[in-house]
């Protein structure tokens, strides 16, 4: 075991995520992978825009770059282009990414670049007032849909994989080991990495939705969050509401930083042969 002070901010304590919120447990195992894949501190970067999820790099004792509302990917990219050897993090939750930030989530992932994004999902606006969010379920409640909501949400782990990310999973905060393991996977991915990850919010969503006990939302995770290849072997009744977890999608892909060097490098040897 190892101190994880050695990677704490302890000024920034107390946090001001609610009881019951999974952030922390998420701010843990990002820790552990950190460690275990033995990244020197001065060389992984956190990069966040505005919610719940984004208050995580306060908390962190690594490079950290806390921006505006939906742009985390986009201020992302500026580092890992101005320098590639660093391991750029983006933390980032539903709304954040697949709203407001929507466009930067599929290009991001269109491009191809060398990103870890671990995109916290609650199914709501939990910072910035419980409004629905792009992930929350059709028929339930929010501020801003208090007879339920009427959309149809998002897929935004296989949105990821449609746009072009070469690595995508999923996990919740519940199954801690098998989340470790998908941070691990994603860190040493090289390409656009996306781990979903299913993180109660007990005051903006659970109690709109009869779920305002922290425990019945970790019940709800515990039941209902399936690892895909068990999944597959249930029958069709049985699959009903459950979410698959694990690696949903990874593959080789060229990395759009590693290509960008190549092109600059191209121009330098064909400026060279001209002159």
């Given at each position: 075991?190892f101190?994880?002070?050695?990677?704490i901010?302890?000024r920034?304590f107390?946090?001001?995520?609610c009881?019951g919120c999974?952030?922390g447990?998420?701010l843990?195992?990002?820790i552990?992978?950190?460690?275990k894949?033995?990244?020197?501190?001065?060389?992984?970067?956190?990069?966040?825009?505005i919610g719940?999820?984004s208050?995580?790099?306060?908390?962190?004792?690594?490079?950290?770059?806390?921006?505006?509302?939906?742009?985390?990917i986009?201020f992302?990219?500026?580092?890992?282009l101005?320098?590639?050897?660093?391991?750029?993090?983006?933390?980032?939750?539903?709304?954040?990414?697949t709203?407001?930030?929507g466009?930067?989530?599929?290009?991001?992932?269109?491009?191809?670049?060398?990103?870890?994004?671990?995109?916290?999902?609650?199914?709501?606006?939990?910072?910035?007032?419980?409004?629905?969010?792009?992930?929350?379920?059709?028929?339930?409640?929010?501020?801003t849909?208090?007879?339920?909501?009427?959309?149809?949400?998002f897929?935004?782990s296989?949105?990821?994989?449609?746009?072009?990310?070469s690595f995508?999973?999923?996990?919740?905060v519940?199954?801690?080991?098998?989340l470790?393991k998908l941070i691990?996977?994603?860190?040493?991915?090289?390409?656009?990495?996306?781990?979903?990850?299913?993180s109660?919010?007990?005051?903006?969503?659970?109690r709109r939705?009869?779920?305002?006990?922290?425990?019945?939302?970790?019940?709800?995770l515990?039941?209902?969050?399936?690892q895909?290849?068990k999944?597959?072997?249930m029958?069709?009744?049985?699959?009903v509401?459950?979410?698959?977890?694990?690696?949903?999608?990874d593959?080789?892909?060229?990395?759009?930083?590693?290509?960008?060097?190549?092109?600059i490098?191209?121009?330098?040897?064909?400026?060279?042969?001209?002159?």
């Open positions: 075991m101190d994880y002070l050695e990677y901010r302890e920034n107390p946090h001001i995520w009881s999974g952030d447990i998420v843990k195992s990002l552990r992978s950190i460690k894949l033995g990244i020197p501190k001065d060389e992984a970067v956190m990069v966040a825009g719940c999820s208050r995580t790099p306060g908390y962190l004792d690594i490079n950290t770059l806390h921006t505006t509302h939906g742009r985390a986009a992302a990219t500026g580092v890992k101005a320098n590639p050897r660093l391991h750029v993090i983006v933390v980032t939750g539903d709304g954040d990414a709203a407001i930030g466009n930067h989530y599929i290009h991001g992932a269109r491009r191809n670049i060398d990103l870890t994004v671990l995109l916290y999902n609650n199914y709501i606006y939990g910072m910035t007032g419980g409004q629905v969010s792009p992930t929350t379920p059709r028929g339930k409640n929010a501020s849909a208090p007879f339920g909501n009427l959309e149809p949400s897929n935004i296989g949105l990821a994989q449609a746009a072009g990310a995508v999973a999923l996990g919740d519940y199954h801690v080991q098998q470790d691990t996977a994603a860190l040493s991915k090289k390409g656009f990495s996306v781990v979903e990850i299913l109660p919010c007990p005051t903006a969503y659970g939705n009869k779920l305002a006990n922290p425990v019945d939302l970790m019940n709800w515990k039941d209902n969050v399936v895909k290849d999944l597959d072997k029958a069709e009744d049985e699959k509401g459950k979410i698959a977890s694990g690696i949903l999608w593959v080789e892909k060229p990395e759009f930083s590693a290509e960008y060097d190549k092109l490098e191209r121009l330098k040897a064909e400026k060279r042969s001209a002159e």
